[in-house]
């Protein structure tokens, strides 16, 4: 399965040369709260004080300083969000939920959701290009009345740059202590009506720990047309190729300890490869009017041989899958103090998926090689969902303002078995009979916000959010024979807040929010026979507190503190007679999260400036049972860059300073006992940028 891809390399490296020399301009810092705005609250350009929603928002300059290797890297800035690295560009996401694999969020880039409704892919930014992004918005709680399945947790959407007035370019170079390397290249520049840019990123890290490489392709390219004073339309095409090996197993406690490097699945691996392409035509048809048109494709396909599965369920799968669609939204100021937004998504998607079993060898406990058994799963899936919504705003004072939506979603699921059917409890690999399967749901919203002052905002809002099933769950449900079966997750969340600004120096943020979902489905693990079940769970209930704030201690001082108080629990939940857990902790579920930064810019620097970073991890409980218990850890990372006159920007980082021994995820059940996944210890990253 693995293969690395050199002549993809230069493929993307030559489509760079073609284009005439040109940086991307960056972003101001904006440290005012109350002059930032958001696009993902209403799909446009709107100020942060007009939504009542919690959204963090980090932007090209910040991304610039930040340099981030792994998504964790920068976005663990805004409170309350997690980001897991497991290994090489491996992650999953924690928002408002416990650190798990399940499609409660949505990523985007530009607004449109990176893979359709049912086709999760928890590595979701694996092929997202992060380090060149112009801007980064996080949502945290649910988004669906706007954006649909799976935003229940939070909404990640990455906007990609824009061309520049004038020809501008550069190109970066970085390496680590431990044979990672990257280059980033960008050109950009606008002639007439036309903007053209396109951006490169390529990486290589050769991996910590054994066998866990990665070799990764990422390619921007933006083609902008200034039709008329009322006509603008952005095409991007966006490419991707991952092939990582291993993410490495997790560990006993004693290996996680003494012996970080090792790996136990060494014939794991994951390839990945996308193409993405959208056009956002924006239309003004006169002072009070928008009609946006989105159009889209989108390709993606994973190979992948996991490694959790080896010890119940081994196999490995190629999955591919494909898309049309359109994002349709006609905007209309009903007065200077009431708007309405309505709009339809339409989306339609066709996949294949196919599993194979395999025996795998293991020789002293690690995973040296496999032998195919045979296909156990082999299915194609067509999908379309369809999707319209309004949004309306009114502005009741000059202090007060009412924002309210309502969503319908309509999913149908064509499913083909191309292999016999088994419908057996005591089957390893149930196999549904052709069908079809169609979930429908509403999802309103409702929120007002209230300007106390021109610097203190506060709001309070009420939002619903919900989830189909994967594809995955539905028709590859392994031992679970009902899996078509299972329904909807439903959400309800109330979020209350306060934000604004203390004089000229303090901004800040202030979160509670209080979600339960129904539904939610849960995989139980049997202790004593490894066996996992699919199953809806009944309620869970996720609570907690969010708090930021930045202070600019001098002109060119800033110090800065995220954190967030999480409680996440099984209202009800009896996985099997006679197990209830109930007002349990849900597992892997931290009680807290902080991020705490200082900043400084002396003039020497000449615009650059040196960070110290603190990161704190909360325990949590590796089972359901809540009997065994991982106490968390706290991580420092330095970093630092210096500008030079004739464009050129060194910089060094170093992570996990003190070399804390910790671990990124980690898991207890009486089958396979507990074990933990080892974080990355120190490692020291430089670089170059040119600017021409």
């Known amino acids: ?198 951006d490169l990123n390529l990486a290589y890290d050769d991996g910590w720990r054994d066998l866990t490489a990665s070799d990764r392709q990422l390619a921007n390219l933006t083609w902008t047309i200034d039709a008329s004073d009322r006509v603008s339309i952005q095409n991007v095409l966006l490419l991707a190729q991952v092939d990582q090996d291993s993410s490495g197993s997790n560990l006993s406690r004693d290996d996680w300890q003494n012996n970080p490097t090792l790996n136990k699945a060494p014939i794991a691996a994951r390839n990945t490869e996308s193409i993405r392409f959208h056009s956002l035509i924006d239309i003004k048809l006169d002072d009070e009017t928008l009609l946006s048109l989105t159009p889209y494709f989108r390709y993606n396909r994973v190979q992948l041989l996991p490694a959790f599965a080896l010890g119940f369920d081994p196999h490995q799968y190629d999955v591919n899958g494909q898309s049309v669609g359109l994002l349709a939204k006609y905007r209309k100021d009903i007065s200077p103090s009431f708007r309405l937004i309505f709009g339809v998504d339409i989306d339609y998607s066709w996949g294949h998926r196919d599993d194979q079993s395999i025996d795998p060898l293991r020789v002293d406990g690690i995973y040296e090689s496999f032998a195919i058994i045979d296909t156990v799963y082999d299915f194609n899936v067509k999908a379309i969902t369809i999707s319209p919504y309004v949004h309306g705003e009114w502005q009741i004072t000059e202090r007060l303002r009412l924002t309210t939506g309502l969503r319908f979603d309509y999913s149908d699921y064509d499913y083909t078995n ?41 709001f309070v809002s009420y939002r619903q959010g919900f989830r189909t099933p994967t594809i995955t769950q539905l028709f590859r449900p392994g031992r679970s024979a009902l899996s078509t079966e299972l329904d909807p997750v439903k959400s309800e969340s109330f979020e209350i807040g306060l934000r604004g600004m203390v004089g000229e120096k303090i901004s800040f943020e202030l979160a509670g929010y209080y979600m339960t979902n129904r539904d939610d489905i849960l995989v139980f693990t049997d202790d004593d026979t490894g066996v996992r079940q699919i199953e809806n769970s009944g309620k869970t209930r996720h609570k907690g507190i969010e708090f930021s704030v930045d202070i600019a201690v001098t002109p060119v001082l800033l110090f800065s503190v995220a954190y967030a108080y999480n409680h996440h629990s099984f209202i009800e939940w009896m996985p099997r007679s006679g197990t209830d857990l109930s007002g349990h902790k849900i597992n892997r579920a931290p009680r807290d999260v902080a991020n705490v930064r200082l900043a400084w810019r002396p003039d020497w620097l000449n615009g650059g400036r040196l960070e110290v970073e603190y990161q704190h991890l909360g325990s949590y409980y590796l089972d359901d049972n809540n009997t065994h218990t991982y106490g968390g850890h706290d991580l420092l990372h330095l970093r630092g860059n210096i500008r030079f006159d004739n464009g050129l920007d060194i910089y060094l980082r170093l992570h996990n300073v003190l070399n804390t021994r910790y671990a990124t995820n980690g898991r207890f059940n009486g089958f396979v006992g507990e074990e933990l996944k080892p974080g990355q210890p120190r490692t020291l990253y430089a670089g170059v940028t040119a600017s021409f």
């Open 418 to 458: 191309n292999l016999s059917t088994v419908i057996d409890p005591s089957a390893q690999h149930n196999r549904p009979a052709d069908q079809k399967v169609d979930f429908a749901h509403f999802t309103p919203k409702v929120g007002l916000t209230y300007d106390f002052t021109d610097k203190l905002n506060g």
């Open 1 to 198: 399965m693995r293969h690395r891809n050199l002549s993809g390399l230069v493929m993307l490296a030559s489509i760079i040369a073609t284009i005439p020399a040109i940086a991307a301009e960056p972003t101001p810092v904006n440290g005012q709260i109350t002059d930032s705005v958001t696009v993902t609250a209403t799909r446009e350009e709107a100020r942060r004080f007009d939504m009542p929603e919690s959204t963090g928002v980090l932007d090209a300059a910040l991304i610039e300083d930040v340099r981030p290797t792994h998504p964790s890297d920068i976005m663990e800035r805004i409170a309350g969000v997690h980001l897991v690295w497991l290994a090489g560009d491996h992650h999953t996401t924690v928002i408002r939920q416990p650190i798990n694999f399940n499609p409660v969020y949505l990523y985007l880039e530009n607004g449109v959701p990176t893979r359709s409704t049912g086709f999760f892919e928890t590595n979701a930014l694996f092929d997202v290009n992060i380090p060149q992004a112009s801007r980064i918005e996080i949502t945290k709680g649910p988004g669906t009345a706007l954006y649909g399945s799976d935003a229940i947790g939070g909404i990640i959407n990455v906007l990609t740059p824009l061309p520049t007035a004038e020809p501008e370019g550069y190109i970066s170079i970085e390496g680590s202590t431990r044979e990672y390397y990257r280059l980033l290249a960008s050109v950009s520049g606008t002639t007439g009506k036309h903007g053209l840019r396109a």
